[in-house]
């Protein structure tokens, strides 16, 4: 479709299927900002734009804008538009209609706590499109994404008036926030076994193992905390959350003791090396950067009477607060309502309701 580019005074257009390429010495930008409107219905083609999807699509407009430190790109849209691509890229569109609308909700309600608390401000924009935020636009959108979108429309979860935060993550490990696995001896009964009751025990994300050898772990605290813990000699979780999650992990060593505070933090610390995260399925995790998840316990390894390593046998995949994805497909695939998941991770006390 046609489309033209707008900048300080100046506008030119443009015929259908025209390109521009764009440099941070291109002499469009001596008129400031740039901003691509379509004259009719279509999308905007980025071809070097690396995503899942080859060649993405965009509709609504693109600002662009040059900084010190490169192109900005701002995608305006409307959010009902920005959710059609939101949901593929974040859950798969093969799973059923009532787990992709629990999804469409969640991202909704996510994006729209964004737009109140202006996190990306500084950019001119309301979210950005990675998993810092969610991730938008990797996959384009389906025709499953789009019914689930419209089927929801509006729809947001609240509770006492305010919008949910409505976080989400891959597979859970069967623990739900309701539950009391702060004890280590509760979580790791837990853990070592599974339960019917469970939606994601057919997953193989549901139950994981890796070993860390003392050189590895030897190797990561010289990265992280360089001159302060030495050899190691110890690995124990210090505190856990009522879910079961890790929240303190104190190393000890040579040279002194500390204390790693928060999921992420721990999860880097402990993010696999060459040594592989072994799926309940026997197959091998892809590298992931991170350790699958903070639900895991610990056992230390020795060889010859000398400790040699730490075994953690684990579950689960993402950082656990909200609504796993994976389980939502299994309820779904049992019958369960789009309505009846949200109540189901998110509690029996908020309300789904359509605030348009």
Same mark, same amino acid.
């Given at each position: 479709?046609?489309?033209?580019?707008?900048?300080?005074?100046?506008?030119?257009?443009?015929? !259908?299927? %025209?390109?521009v390429?764009?440099?941070?010495?291109?002499?469009?930008?001596?008129?400031?900002?740039?901003?691509?409107?379509m004259? #009719?219905?279509?999308v &905007?083609?980025?071809?070097?734009l690396?995503?899942a999807? #080859?060649?993405?699509s965009?509709?609504?407009?693109l600002?662009?804008? =040059?900084?010190?430190?490169?192109?900005?790109?701002?995608?305006?849209?409307?959010?009902?538009?920005?959710?059609?691509?939101?949901?593929p890229?974040?859950m798969p569109?093969?799973?059923?209609?009532?787990?992709?609308k629990?999804?469409?909700?969640?991202?909704r309600?996510?994006?729209?706590?964004?737009?109140?608390?202006?996190?990306c401000?500084?950019?001119?924009?309301?979210?950005?499109?990675?998993?810092?935020?969610q991730?938008?636009n990797?996959?384009?959108?389906?025709d $499953?994404?789009?019914?689930?979108?419209q089927?929801?429309a509006?729809?947001?979860? =609240?509770?006492?008036?305010q919008?949910e935060?409505?976080?989400?993550?891959?597979t859970?490990?069967?623990?739900?926030?309701?539950?009391?696995?702060?004890?280590?001896?509760? &979580?790791?009964?837990?853990?070592?076994?599974?339960? !019917?009751?469970?939606?994601?025990? #057919?997953?193989?994300?549901?139950?994981?193992?890796t070993?860390?050898?003392?050189?590895?772990?030897?190797? !990561?605290? %010289?990265?992280f905390?360089?001159?302060?813990?030495?050899q190691?000699?110890?690995?124990?979780?210090?505190?856990?959350l009522?879910?079961?999650r890790? %929240?303190?992990?104190?190393? /000890?060593? /040579?040279?002194?003791?500390?204390?790693? #505070?928060?999921?992420y933090?721990?999860?880097?610390?402990?993010?696999?090396?060459?040594q592989?995260?072994i799926?309940?399925?026997?197959s091998?995790?892809?590298?992931?950067?991170?350790l699958p998840?903070?639900?895991f316990?610990?056992?230390p390894?020795?060889?010859?009477?000398?400790?040699?390593? &730490?075994?953690?046998?684990?579950? *689960?995949?993402?950082?656990?607060?909200?609504?796993?994805?994976?389980? $939502?497909?299994?309820?779904? %695939?049992?019958?369960?309502?789009c309505?009846?998941?949200? =109540?189901?991770?998110?509690?029996? *006390?908020?309300?789904?309701?359509?605030?348009?």
């Open positions: 479709m046609p489309f033209r580019v707008s900048g300080q005074g100046t506008e030119r257009h443009y015929q !259908a299927g %025209e390109q390429e764009l440099t941070m010495q291109s002499n469009e930008f001596l008129q400031g900002d740039l901003v691509f409107t004259e #009719e219905d279509g &905007f083609q980025l071809p070097y690396k995503r999807a #080859e060649c993405p965009y509709e609504g407009s600002h662009v804008e =040059k900084r010190e430190e490169g192109l900005i790109l701002i995608n305006t849209l409307p959010l009902e538009t920005y959710l059609c691509y939101v949901v890229s974040e569109s093969s799973y059923p209609i009532e787990a992709l629990a999804q469409a909700v969640c991202a309600c996510y994006a729209m706590l964004q737009m109140e608390n202006s996190r401000e500084e950019f001119g924009a309301d979210l950005d499109d990675s998993v810092s935020y991730v938008y990797n996959i384009g959108k389906t $499953a994404a789009v019914q689930a979108v089927q929801t509006g729809m947001v979860i =609240k509770e006492d008036g919008i935060n409505t976080l989400y993550y891959s859970s490990c069967g623990l739900r926030m309701e539950e009391e696995a702060s004890n280590e001896a509760v &979580f790791c009964a837990a853990m070592s076994g599974s339960r !019917a009751s469970d939606a994601e025990r #057919e997953e193989s994300w549901y139950r994981w193992n070993l860390f050898s003392t050189e590895e772990l030897n190797a !990561a605290a %010289e990265t905390y360089p001159g302060q813990i030495g190691i000699l110890s690995l124990n979780v210090l505190k856990r009522e879910n079961g890790a %929240e303190v992990l104190q190393v /000890t060593g /040579t040279l002194g003791t500390v204390a790693i #505070e928060g999921e933090a721990i999860r880097q610390f402990l993010r696999p090396g060459d592989a995260v799926l309940q399925d026997g091998r995790a892809p590298s992931l950067g991170l998840s903070a639900f316990y610990i056992t390894q020795y060889q010859g009477g000398v400790l040699s390593g &730490f075994l953690l046998n684990g579950g *689960g995949y993402g950082h656990g607060d909200g609504m796993s994805q994976n389980g $939502a497909k299994h309820l779904a %695939e049992e019958g369960w309502s309505q009846e998941i949200l =109540k189901y991770y998110y509690g029996d *006390g908020v309300e789904i309701i359509c605030d348009t």
